[in-house]
DNA sequence: AGTCTTGTGTTGCCTAAGCAACACATTTCG
DNA sequence: CGAAATGTGTTGCTTAGGCAACACAAGACT
């Protein structure tokens, strides 16, 4: 009953088809009414099958949070991408598509598991941002790259949270480039101009 | 290793996902020169359960063909539907559809495997015939109606065929048009007028 | 109050699917 | 030509998933 290697194939599918049934019910109902049987029989799985994969729809929430999130990082952002004014527009657009997937699409990340779904996010994010970072100033301490990463996180992620909350504003796009304007130079008077 | 049971979600699933790679498949490859080892990577299944299933691709494509054939029916003709010129209407753009899906979106039913595609749903097709004349003309001896269902079938089989391979004509619809007056003029002479 | 329904975790047994290896055909190509 | 490569069926063993049943909890109905 262990399931951690990551290469049977039934195992991938499984749990493609229980986070697409979650993403599915989430279009049209809360997070919190949709039952663990619910998600089994939209995923023409069975209800024991997922409590073998997931303790509960949490750890479901959480895992699919993660996966989808650095997923759509790779996606968009090269493997050897530097951290500079390019990137963080590449991060800045990203987490606005991020935001319309979770918070319009569907309607995860609503009311009560709202706190959750947002620290889980920002947490990966900042992950990412210390990996970017990390090529881009190697010679600096972990110890700066790592604050570095939580305060640009922090302010990429509420600033296009923001955004979000005020989309129907006139002043939308300009609201971004503050957003980047900031960052950069923050990041700039931390550890120096960018290599490139 | 029976696998006779429909109702196992691993067996839809796993049967499933082999008819749509085959369908996939068939977008871009001949059917000859697709192999069983082509169907099983692109469904992300085994090979070997493939041959739990399917005793070769033949049987595959047999299947899939009644299966998807009398799928379509069931979609679009109500069960309690008796044959009439409404339901002959139906069946006419239905197996054009069906010319459609098979000869030009995929390349399955081209070259040498045609003549088999061609009997096998023309033999699906004069059973869901047998079964709409059978209640419209249930004094009448079942031979009448096999016989019936056989020149009807094979009469909207080719002409649809027909119209499939001429569809540039500017003479398009009316062939459809003489297609059903000539079957419900044939039907009516050997069985009377239909009660609707 | 009580019971009826609905969801949650968990269990043991059974079956479908994965994997690796096999022997045997084919093609393909130097 | 012969060897490498690719496809075909088949096998024995392992593992993920299905099924049914359980005890328990929480709301709903009268």
Partial sequence: MALQEGNDPRVV????????ALLSLAQHKEFESI?????????SIN???????????????????????TALVHERIPADQPFNEAAARQLIA??????????KECK???????????????HELQQILANLLHKEYQSKKAD???LSAHI???????GTRYWFNNQQSQHAD?????LLVFTMSGITALHGEPQC
Same sequence: chains 1, 2.
């Avoid at 599918?13 to 697409?20: D, F, G, K, S, Y």
């Avoid at 995860?108 to 620290?119: L, P, Q």
Wanted: aromatic share 12%.
């Fill in 144 to 146: 700066n790259i790592q």
């Fill in 174 to 178: 300009a609201l971004l480039d503050d």
């Fill in 108 to 122: 995860i990340a609503s009311r009560s598991i709202a706190a959750v779904v947002e620290t889980k996010v920002q």
């Fill in 13 to 20: 599918r499984t749990r493609l088809l229980i986070q697409e």
């Fill in 35 to 43: 039952s663990v049987k619910d998600i089994a029989e939209t995923a």
């Fill in 94 to 103: 990203l987490l606005c598509d991020f935001q319309i997937l979770f918070y």
């Fill in 47 to 69: 209800r024991a099958t997922f409590y073998a994969h997931y303790v509960d729809k949490y750890a479901l929430l959480d895992e699919m949070l993660s996966e989808r999130f």
């Fill in 152 to 158: 640009i996180g922090s302010s990429l992620y509420s």
